[in-house]
């Protein structure tokens, strides 16, 4: 069924970090196989579509024109007491359409060189045996499936946010509750709120720990409206039935297509995803940004890193987990950092009342309304200097 049974590089997922790390592989001349379990890539959609950071979604050049549904111009936060942030920034961000988008991606790596194969489930990965590790592929959808064993110096497991292959080749990626958030996105006919804008509603008027979301895609004359918060021990509340209140108090007239769902890492990004000839990415490595659950671009940005790494240590004959260290320390010095102090700022907005809450919300109303320039908190000092204050003392 495959073209060779030893590959340079096998990649377990053809979601956008998949497809990355094999188009970057291939691209640089080595053997590349992306495996993908699901009949047809991209589908079903388990996504509010939206991205802010262009530079690490478009790897060789512009997205097709054809993927992106929305330019973003702006986002309009819904805040505590009626305190809303308006951050009006032309080409902020696009609405992507999924269903077209991962499958372009993963055409791309077919024309570069890489192998692509659907209905093709990684089921186990073995331990490194002469420079190699075996990786047990399962094919078909049902009646008639095939085992096949093949090789591979190098296994990149991109498998989304439950990577079974992650946690059976032994590396703490199991989502745990506080630092997991469950999504519901629904479709909605038509477009619900400004058709340039990306809007939330956050904070204790809304869902305290997490937000709602109105994301417009207009080409297609629709809009993912949905809902996410933190999963704790204690949390017992239906996410869709709340996402479904919601749609409703805020547009009672709106007219369902359909509703997706899903979880989303938020611990900020893992300590350890890298072994001997095997690495994670994306949603598995836990790349997702913690404060707003978007994980395309980070997924994407990780891909090319991991891409780089690889390709360096295929040429020098070196795949250990100290020479693989560098793609973590490139993700980390590129996003993680980041990551951390947003995964503390969204426990600190969350952690506040309503009265503190809507104080910070104020300082960063001024924040937005002055083009973000940092001297606006010289305009509301007081507020500013006891925020700033209070976060930096906050252990969370
Ligand atoms: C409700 C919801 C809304 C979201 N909204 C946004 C948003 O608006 N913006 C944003 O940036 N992010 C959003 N996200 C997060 C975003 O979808 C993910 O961060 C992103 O898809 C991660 O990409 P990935 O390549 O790591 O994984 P995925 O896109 O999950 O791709 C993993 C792929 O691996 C395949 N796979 C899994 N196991 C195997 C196996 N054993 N063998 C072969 N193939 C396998 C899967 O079928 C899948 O195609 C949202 C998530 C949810 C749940």
């Keep these: 069924m495959f073209c060779n049974q030893e590959y340079d590089v096998v990649v377990i997922g053809a979601g956008p970090g998949g497809c990355v790390v094999a188009r970057n592989l291939a691209r640089a001349g080595h053997k590349v196989l992306l495996l993908e379990k ?3 890539i991209g589908i079903p959609v388990r996504c509010g579509e939206a991205s802010t950071k262009l530079s690490d979604l478009q790897t060789y050049g512009p997205i097709d024109e054809d993927c992106i549904e929305t330019i973003i111009n702006g986002l309009y936060i ?26 372009w991606l993963a055409h791309l790596a077919e024309n570069d060189g890489a192998e692509v194969v659907t209905k093709a489930r990684a089921e186990f990965v073995g331990e490194v045996e002469k420079g190699c590790r075996h990786v047990r592929v399962k094919l078909g959808d049902g009646a008639g499936d095939t085992t096949e064993e093949i090789r591979a110096k190098m296994v990149v497991a991109a498998d989304g946010v439950e990577s079974r292959i992650g946690r059976q080749v032994g590396l703490d990626c199991v989502q745990k509750p506080g630092i997991t958030c469950t999504g519901v996105d629904i479709q909605v ?36 409206f949905g809902a996410g918060f933190r999963i704790s021990s204690k949390n017992n509340r239906n996410i869709l039935d709340i996402t479904m209140e919601w749609l409703y108090k805020l547009f009672p007239e709106a007219r369902i297509n359909h509703v997706v769902g899903g979880v989303i890492p938020v611990s900020s990004i893992l300590k350890e995803y890298t072994l001997d000839h ?17 994980g395309i671009a980070s997924a994407m940005r990780a891909g090319r890193f991991c891409a780089q790494t690889v390709h360096e240590g295929l ?9 693989l260290k560098t793609y973590e320390k490139r993700c980390y010095d590129y996003f993680g950092r980041w990551h951390d102090f947003e995964c503390k700022f969204g426990r ?28 606006s908190f010289l305009k509301t000092p007081v507020l500013s200097a006891k925020m700033f204050y209070k976060f930096w003392r906050f252990k969370g």
């Design 189 to 224: 006919q038509g477009i619900l709120t400004r058709p340039d804008y990306l809007t939330f509603w956050q904070g204790h008027d809304f869902i305290n720990d997490g937000y709602i979301w109105s994301f417009p895609k207009i080409k297609s004359n629709v809009t993912n």
């Design 78 to 103: 819904y805040g505590p007491n009626g305190v809303n942030i308006d951050l009006a920034q032309k080409g902020t961000g696009i609405m992507l359409n999924r269903e077209k988008f991962d499958p």
């Design 315 to 323: 040429e020098c004959g070196n795949l250990s987990k100290e020479f």
């Design 38 to 40: 699901r009949e047809k």
């Design 278 to 294: 095997f690495a994670l990415v994306g949603d598995a490595a836990h790349h997702t940004n913690p404060l707003t659950g978007g």
């Design 348 to 375: 600190f907005l969350h952690h506040m009342d309503k009265s503190e809450q809507t104080e910070l919300y104020r300082v960063l109303q001024n924040f937005a309304k002055h083009n973000c320039k940092k001297s």
